[in-house]
T-cell receptor, first 114, second 114 residues
Framework: EAQVTQNPRYLITVTGKKLTVTCSQN?????MSWYRQDPGLGLRQIYY???????DKGDVPEGYKVSRKEKRNFPLILESPSPNQTSLYFC?????????????FGPGTRLTVT | AQSVTQLDSHVSVSEGTPVLLRCNYS??????LFWYVQHPNKGLQLLLK??????LVKGINGFEAEFKKSETSFHLTKPSAHMSDAAEYFC????????????FGTGTKLQVIP
């Protein structure tokens, strides 16, 4: 089944404790992206990647890191999480083909930082 | 630069009546436009997309949207609301020249009253 998977789905952590949220897709998509969703703000793009070793900042990159060492994986790293990073996080992927920029979303990761 | 404005944060309709969710965009180029739906505690699913072909776009579950360049609008409609349409809807704009950044609207919550 074609899908985007994220792990963990739920995470409660404390301020300053480094964490990684994994994202993997099995559709051979070149493009991958991370978003955070906050009430009243919609989804805001954190980072995106157009291919292996190619990443760029979205609208809210501060406090986050990403890497793209393999085409299928795009982990999101919070080196020193803070309470303002409590949010619902989505990973998405898309093929680099023409103008069809439909994104396929993972199920989301709900992060709470205390 | 690009932006998207969803004009209503909440819309309430009676079952069987028409649905109109409004979206205006701003873009310095001819954009790709999308509507996504998010049911409670679920991920995001593509409803429909506009990528410079027909200006009236039909999507899943009876939804459609019309791209109006002169009004910079991409409103989502459905002739008759169903209870299962209750969800949050996001209008999205992206740069068709390359993936660049993807911008989401802040979302419209649709309530369907029996």
């Amino acid at each position: 089944e074609a899908q985007v998977t994220q792990n963990p789905r739920y995470l409660i952590t404390v301020t300053g404790k480094k964490l990684t949220v994994t994202c993997s897709q099995n559709m051979n998509h070149e493009y991958m992206s991370w978003y955070r969703q906050d009430p009243g703000l919609g989804l805001r793009q954190i980072y995106y990647s157009m291919n292996v070793e190619v990443t760029d900042k979205g609208d809210v990159p501060e406090g986050y890191k990403v890497s793209r060492k393999e085409k299928r994986n795009f982990p999101l790293i919070l080196e020193s999480p803070s309470p303002n990073q409590t949010s619902l996080y989505f990973c998405a992927s898309s093929p680099l083909a023409g103008r069809s920029y439909e994104q396929y979303f993972g199920p989301g990761t709900r992060l709470t930082v205390t | 630069a690009q932006s998207v404005t969803q004009l209503d944060s909440h819309v309430s309709v009676s079952e069987g009546t028409p649905v109109l969710l409004r979206c205006n965009y701003s873009s310095s180029y001819s954009p790709s436009l999308f509507w996504y739906v998010q049911h409670p505690n679920k991920g995001l699913q593509l409803l429909l997309k506009y990528t410079s072909a027909a200006t009236l776009v039909k999507g899943i579950n009876g939804f459609e949207a019309e791209f109006k360049k002169s009004e910079t609008s991409f409103h989502l409609t459905k002739p008759s609301a169903h209870m299962s349409d209750a969800a949050e809807y996001f209008c999205v704009v992206s740069d068709p020249r390359g993936y660049q950044k993807v911008t989401f609207g802040t979302g419209t919550k649709l309530q369907v009253i029996p």
